[in-house]
């Protein structure tokens, strides 16, 4: 037996298709293992609230034991989870190859998925995950939406937080009324036939937020890559899944898997690479959706051609290489976030931006708290708020001239944060890296 493992950390793919996925006496046993595990090395303790939750019910349990809990105990912890993966991918020294093999988020997964076959995923979690949906019926009275969810309109915030449960307090997207796709049909701008690059190809996966909410990284990307000679495509078949996946719907993200992976493929052969916007996107594309469907030639095809933008930009520097950058004489504060983490590639946004000359980057190690759509629930905002404090603080600590961070969501979350916390200037946007390089190339 070893204490920590020297292997590099590895996942099995879930087996969801096993009707042994969904016992519930084996869940329940497999719970209380790695509960026990995770009691007695704590080292999780700062991350996000499931741990302290966990650690709290067994200390104070009559016999501080694991087996002191009950089953609505266990499932405050899988709750108070939002997938963020920093568990696996940073602190735990048991996940596969150990002999412990603890794999805590996919665990919580399990737990979720057999809530979801149950019927047990609540009304509101179900109807904010048809996310390509929402986006359109919103996009066609986009004034009128983004009116009813500003913060500042207290009887539709109200009224959304009593029938929805969304706190009126937490930022909510806006809406744009023409997708990226439509304002970019067929290709991008046209290449620079004299960039180092040129004859490249990427096809830029716009993803949900990119296409329906916030365009600003989806333009600033299509300018960067053109002014490099890189031959671009818009294309948004559909939502990677992610929303369905906290909710544990492992058929439905299974779907949409298949389907995205068909969409590309002949793009693929068409020699483009696939760049998505949103880390989260390109986390499920890489990572988790060749664990859902291990045997889908398709699927990891698109893993192995998928690349986050942030990373696709420094691939090209290193490779072909990019065209001279004009100096930016500014401090900036990245706040790496959880599901670029979790990609396993580094920090791709600190090494994108050191490429501008006397740019002076700095990197913020910590979770926003905000966890895709947990975070603007009535009974998370305020642990959002919390789990988001020390990221805020690290990233506004020097007061430097820019804030950005890979996550969409993250972002507006922290400027919130800081917002509320009166001890640093907000900016008035935290974005995306990639905007700060276009700014920089004078777009």
Same mark, same amino acid.
């Given at each position: 037996?070893?204490?920590?493992?020297?292997?590099?950390?590895?996942?099995?793919?879930?087996?969801?298709? *096993?009707?042994?996925?969904?016992?519930?006496?084996?869940?329940?046993?497999?719970?209380?293992?790695?509960?026990?595990?995770?009691?007695?090395?704590?080292?999780?303790?700062?991350?996000?609230?499931?741990?302290?939750?966990?650690? *709290?019910?067994?200390?104070?349990?009559?016999?501080?034991?694991?087996?002191?809990?009950?089953?609505?105990?266990?499932?405050?912890?899988?709750?108070?989870?939002?997938?963020?993966?920093?568990?696996?991918?940073?602190?735990?020294?048991?996940?596969?190859?150990?002999?412990?093999?603890? $794999?805590?988020?996919?665990?919580?997964?399990?737990?979720?998925?057999?809530?979801?076959?149950?019927?047990?995923? /609540?009304?509101?979690?179900?109807?904010?995950?048809?996310?390509?949906?929402?986006?359109?019926?919103?996009?066609?009275?986009?004034?009128?939406?983004?009116?009813? /969810?500003?913060?500042?309109?207290?009887?539709?915030?109200?009224?959304?937080?009593?029938?929805?449960?969304?706190?009126?307090?937490?930022?909510?997207?806006?809406?744009?009324?023409?997708?990226?796709?439509?304002?970019?049909?067929?290709?991008?701008?046209?290449?620079?036939?004299?960039?180092?690059?040129?004859?490249?190809?990427?096809?830029?996966? =716009?993803?949900?937020?990119?296409?329906?909410?916030?365009?600003?990284?989806?333009?600033?990307?299509? $300018?960067?890559?053109?002014?490099?000679?890189?031959?671009?495509?818009?294309?948004?078949?559909?939502?990677?899944?992610?929303?369905?996946?906290?909710?544990?719907?492992?058929?439905?993200?299974?779907?949409?898997?298949?389907?995205?992976? /068909?969409?590309?493929?002949?793009?693929?052969?068409?020699?483009?690479?696939?760049?998505?916007?949103?880390?989260?996107? =390109?986390?499920?594309?890489?990572?988790?959706?060749?664990?859902?469907?291990?045997?889908?030639?398709?699927?990891?095809?698109?893993?192995?051609?998928?690349? $986050?933008?942030?990373?696709?930009?420094?691939?090209?520097?290193?490779?072909?290489?990019?065209?001279?950058?004009?100096?930016?004489?500014?401090?900036?504060?990245?706040?790496?976030?959880?599901?670029?983490?979790?990609?396993?590639?580094?920090?791709?946004?600190?090494?994108?931006?050191?490429?501008?000359? $006397?740019?002076?980057?700095?990197?913020?190690?910590?979770?926003?708290?905000?966890?895709?759509?947990?975070?603007?629930?009535?009974?998370?905002?305020?642990?959002?708020?919390?789990?988001?404090?020390?990221?805020?603080?690290?990233?506004?600590?020097?007061?430097?001239?820019?804030?950005?961070?890979?996550?969409?969501?993250?972002?507006?979350?922290?400027?919130?944060?800081?917002?509320?916390?009166?001890?640093?200037?907000?900016?008035?946007?935290?974005?995306?890296?990639?905007?700060?390089?276009?700014?920089?190339?004078?777009?």
């Amino acid at each position: 037996m070893k204490e920590g493992s020297l292997g590099a950390p590895t996942r099995h793919p879930i087996a969801w298709q *096993d009707e042994s996925f969904y016992d519930e006496e084996a869940l329940d046993k497999e719970m209380r293992r790695v509960f026990d595990i995770c009691h007695g090395c704590r080292r999780c303790f700062n991350l996000c609230d499931s741990f302290p939750q966990m650690f *709290d019910m067994i200390d104070e349990s009559e016999n501080e034991e694991v087996e002191d809990l009950t089953a609505g105990d266990m499932k405050k912890v899988v709750d108070a989870c939002t997938l963020c993966d920093m568990c696996f991918m940073v602190k735990c020294p048991y996940v596969p190859p150990h002999e412990f093999d603890l $794999d805590f988020p996919h665990l919580m997964l399990r737990y979720r998925a057999v809530e979801n076959r149950k019927g047990q995923t /609540s009304f509101v979690d179900k109807q904010l995950a048809e996310i390509d949906r929402n986006a359109v019926i919103a996009g066609t009275v986009a004034g009128a939406a983004n009116w009813a /969810s500003k913060k500042e309109n207290e009887f539709t915030r109200g009224v959304l937080e009593s029938v929805g449960g969304i706190d009126k307090r937490a930022h909510l997207p806006k809406f744009e009324d023409v997708p990226l796709t439509h304002k970019h049909p067929g290709s991008g701008p046209a290449p620079n036939a004299s960039a180092p690059a040129f004859g490249t190809k990427a096809a830029i996966y =716009a993803t949900c937020y990119g296409n329906f909410n916030d365009q600003t990284s989806g333009k600033a990307a299509l $300018d960067v890559l053109a002014h490099n000679g890189v031959q671009t495509r818009v294309e948004y078949p559909m939502c990677c899944g992610m929303p369905k996946l906290e909710n544990g719907d492992l058929p439905a993200v299974a779907s949409t898997a298949e389907q995205v992976a /068909s969409h590309f493929s002949p793009i693929i052969d068409e020699g483009y690479d696939v760049v998505a916007l949103t880390p989260s996107c =390109a986390l499920m594309m890489k990572f988790e959706w060749p664990l859902i469907l291990p045997d889908n030639e398709l699927v990891q095809k698109l893993a192995a051609a998928t690349r $986050d933008l942030s990373e696709y930009v420094v691939q090209l520097s290193k490779g072909e290489g990019l065209m001279p950058i004009e100096p930016m004489n500014a401090s900036i504060g990245i706040h790496f976030a959880c599901h670029s983490r979790a990609q396993n590639m580094g920090p791709k946004a600190m090494e994108m931006l050191k490429l501008i000359p $006397d740019a002076k980057p700095a990197i913020t190690e910590r979770c926003s708290g905000h966890g895709g759509k947990w975070g603007i629930f009535k009974e998370n905002f305020d642990t959002a708020v919390k789990v988001g404090r020390p990221a805020a603080r690290a990233l506004a600590k020097n007061d430097p001239d820019y804030m950005v961070s890979e996550c969409p969501l993250a972002g507006p979350h922290l400027k919130q944060v800081i917002e509320s916390g009166n001890q640093a200037k907000a900016p008035e946007r935290i974005g995306h890296p990639i905007e700060l390089l276009a700014k920089a190339y004078g777009f």
